[in-house]
């Protein structure tokens, strides 16, 4: 089954590609040909998720599943949250500059406590209408942000958060135990169970 998962970013490409293994065949936006900056005006993740599927559906009529993905701190209240992309502003994803600010704004509080939050915004089109069948799907994983950035692998957030049971950052656990445990992995998982049974 061919499907488009609304991103160009390669990592998240990578990532989910390796998750979903050959069940089905995952085309970026660079493949069907789409350029735009597809716009994420939503308040929620759901609501920025469900955006970017709706615009390409609608302009290209495929079945596809868009993410919104947020670090979420505690002490912070629930900041970076939907803008942790762009959490130290500008327009690229600056991984570095948005670690720096993070640490700085948490500072010697004693309240680390993280979660990471994917949301993934499914639009699968049955071929025969103009009106998909729209689900959503939620994975969180729990964790706590360190000190100190620790790990050369992963993206985003990686390097300074742990997930709960591991004393490891993502970016020093390695993708392969990443995408077992990720909150991405845990969405997608429900993303496939339910389009093993719809497709």
Same mark, same amino acid.
């Given at each position: 089954?061919? &499907? ?11 990532? &989910? ?69 762009? #959490? ?47 689900? +959503? ?7 706590? &942000? ?10 985003? #957030? ?16 390695? +993708?392969? &135990? ?22």
């Amino acid at each position: 089954m061919k &499907i488009v998962f609304a991103t160009n970013n390669k990592n998240k490409l990578a990532e &989910i590609r390796n998750i979903l293994g050959g069940h089905f065949d995952i085309v970026s936006l660079k493949d069907i040909g789409c350029d735009t900056d597809i716009p994420e005006t939503g308040n929620t993740l759901e609501e920025n998720a469900m955006q970017k599927a709706r615009y390409i559906f609608d302009n290209y009529g495929l079945s596809v599943f868009a993410d919104d993905t947020g670090l979420e701190v505690e002490a912070l209240g629930g900041a970076p949250g939907i803008y942790s992309a762009r #959490y130290a502003g500008g327009e690229g994803h600056d991984s570095e500059a948005n670690m720096a600010k993070l640490l700085h704004e948490l500072g010697e509080n004693n309240n680390r406590k993280a979660r990471f939050r994917t949301v993934i915004a499914l639009l699968l089109s049955d071929g025969n209408t103009q009106k998909p069948t729209e689900k +959503l799907f939620e994975g969180i994983v729990n964790g706590s &942000i360190i000190k100190e950035k620790r790990g050369g692998e992963g993206f985003g #957030y990686d390097p300074i958060f742990t997930p709960e049971g591991y004393d490891k950052t993502f970016a020093e656990l390695g +993708l392969d &135990i990443k995408n077992r445990i990720s909150h991405r992995a845990k969405a997608v998982e429900k993303l496939v169970e339910y389009l093993s049974k719809n497709s």
